[in-house]
């Protein structure tokens, strides 16, 4: 059946909407096998995991590179072009990964090429989510925007679930020699082919109804950054609302196994299998909240989330440092519910804060900038901070702070869901 005017068909959407799993099966699976990695491409030790790591950080100040350059490419020649071009790299660098020569065959190359490949990678994760979030709103029904956009957030946990899994699978069937020597491919082979199988299905999916109606009315802009620039209110507020989103995503999700391994609340084991029970909290709150944007808007669901990260982190953290598994366990669930909330809402709210002409840009100067800073750089920062001051409550009122400074941004920000 064809889609109504101005939207897309379902199996369109349904491949968008799903796709954004490669960008984190491979953001978690690098995580996951950072160690041996490690061992692999730098020869081992403390010095040889804390590199592996950098080229974590490093992958994540290529995205509002990236962002910016497919941004420019997606505002000028359309999304789906752009998201065929990100997911195509992407492929390519997962392949490239999994056909890497190590640091046994060829000593310091082979970390410097995993390097380089990180950077690739971070690049075209730059143009992919931004890509996605704009194909899904200006797809979706208008009063369904809420919840069709969200449906990214969900996807990118399924791939992080995924990449636990495979992660975990590989490294129990194989000894320590064999997963050096071959064994760590097989998860990046895996990731190649899941890329690859996305891009097939993106090469079926239709063109924006919003990009072709730009072209219809000669409307596309000729210099897409500079249109953006117009709206430097709207690139303020998707910096702040990412913000909020980045610090309480990476501090208050992913960097809770490390958080409570290093407070002893909980053994490495325990601590994973307490992140995977938070992605499924992530995966049954994202389309909940992203529902209810749809039926009382985003404001005031970007109001209660800001609220609470203000006011409920630092007990959070102070719960789990106790070391008492109930308060552990709760503690992880909110702050995994908060996190997914403001995820979910986020990404309509600043995907419709731009008008179609230069969505994409401005969505790379506002929303991407802020999570290179307060995405890849907080869990360390907190990690520092810590160590420094000696209390666990540092992650929690980082949060707070950052919430607080958001705050006055949302109150005065207009209302972006769609009039009836």
Not at 75 to 97: E, V
Not at 287 to 312: E, H, N, T, W, Y
Not at 355 to 371: F, K, M, N, Y
């Amino acid at each position: 059946m064809p889609a109504p005017a101005g939207t897309i068909t379902r199996k369109s959407m349904a491949i968008a909407a799903f796709s954004t799993v490669v960008e984190w099966y491979d953001f978690t699976l690098y995580l996951y096998m950072a160690t041996l990695l490690s061992r692999v491409f730098f020869g081992g030790g403390e010095a040889s995991l804390a590199t592996t790591l950098g080229g974590f950080a490093v992958a994540y100040l290529m995205r509002p590179i990236g962002a910016a350059v497919f941004g420019y490419f997606g505002d000028r020649h359309g999304r789906r072009p752009t998201m065929l071009a990100s997911m195509a790299i992407m492929t390519g660098a997962m392949l490239a990964t999994a056909l890497l020569p190590t640091y046994a065959a060829i000593g310091s190359t082979a970390g410097l090429l995993l390097m380089l490949l990180r950077c690739l990678m971070g690049f075209s994760v730059g143009g992919e989510y931004t890509g996605v979030v704009a194909y899904l709103l200006e797809g979706a029904p208008r009063e369904r925007r809420g919840l069709i956009t969200s449906l990214a957030a969900m996807a990118s946990e399924i791939g992080a679930l995924f990449a636990a899994g495979v992660a975990a699978i590989t490294v129990s069937a194989f000894d320590a020699e064999t997963l050096e020597a071959w064994g760590w491919r097989i998860p990046f082979f895996v990731g190649a082919v899941l890329a690859g199988s996305v891009l097939l299905a993106r090469s079926t999916m239709q063109e924006s109804p919003e990009f072709e109606r730009q072209v219809a009315r000669g409307t596309v802009p000729a210099r897409p950054l500079r249109f953006a620039l117009q709206y430097r209110a709207a690139i303020a507020r998707g910096f702040a609302i990412s913000a909020l989103g980045s610090i309480t995503y990476y501090v208050g999700i992913t960097y809770v196994p490390a958080f409570l391994t290093e407070t002893n609340s909980l053994g490495e084991g325990q601590a994973l299998w307490l992140s995977t029970l938070a992605a499924v909290v992530v995966i049954l709150v994202t389309p909940v909240v992203g529902l209810l944007a749809d039926r009382i808007g985003r404001k005031p669901m970007l109001l209660l989330l800001c609220a609470g990260a203000a006011l409920l982190p630092a007990t959070m953290f102070a719960w789990m440092a106790a070391a008492s598994d109930l308060r552990v366990l709760v503690g992880a669930v909110i702050l995994a519910a908060v996190g997914g909330g403001v995820s979910a809402v986020g990404a309509v709210t600043t995907a419709e804060l731009f008008p179609g002409e230069g969505r994409l840009s401005g969505l790379a100067l506002g929303a991407t900038a802020a999570t290179a800073i307060f995405g890849g750089f907080a869990p360390y920062v907190a990690q520092r901070l810590m160590a420094a001051t000696g209390s666990p409550l540092v992650p929690g009122f980082m949060i707070a702070v950052v919430a607080i400074g958001v705050l006055p941004v949302l109150l005065t920000m207009p209302e972006t869901r769609p009039r009836a």
